[in-house]
């Protein structure tokens, strides 16, 4: 049972990555999957979070309009599309799946996997 994280890397203020959640040895299909991200010195903060049954999305205002969350049932993944990046999104990008009754508070998730580092450069 295992997530992996994948996808980020350095890019200009700007620029966009797309960063993925690739599950193995159980199927995404009944949990909410979490992204959540850690800069130095910083708390861990919810960036974006997608609901097992009906796809419904939340965002951090931070993120709002910029990134994207989505799900491929088939690949077993869950994607995070990050456009217009800028130096404050830099950070240590993880993501999670459970049951979270607050999907932003970084509680209640039963599996994480580890992180993928993005650095934005100004």
């Known amino acids: 049972v295992q997530l992996q994280a994948s996808g980020g890397g350095l890019v200009q203020s700007g620029g966009s990555l797309r960063l993925s959640c690739a599950a193995s040895g159980f199927t995404l299909d009944y949990y909410g999957v979490g992204w959540f991200r850690q800069a130095p010195g910083k708390e861990r903060e919810g960036v974006s979070f997608i609901h097992p049954s009906d796809g419904r999305t939340s965002y951090a205002n931070s993120v709002k309009g910029r990134f994207t969350i989505s799900r491929d049932y088939a690949k077993n993944t869950v994607y995070l599309q990050m456009n217009s990046l800028t130096p404050e999104d830099t950070a240590v990008y993880s993501c999670?799946?459970?049951?979270?009754?607050?999907?932003?508070?970084?509680?209640?998730?039963?599996?994480w996997g580890q992180g993928t580092q993005v650095t934005v450069s100004s």
């Open positions: 999670a799946v459970g049951h979270p009754s607050i999907p932003l508070v970084p509680y209640e998730y039963d599996i």
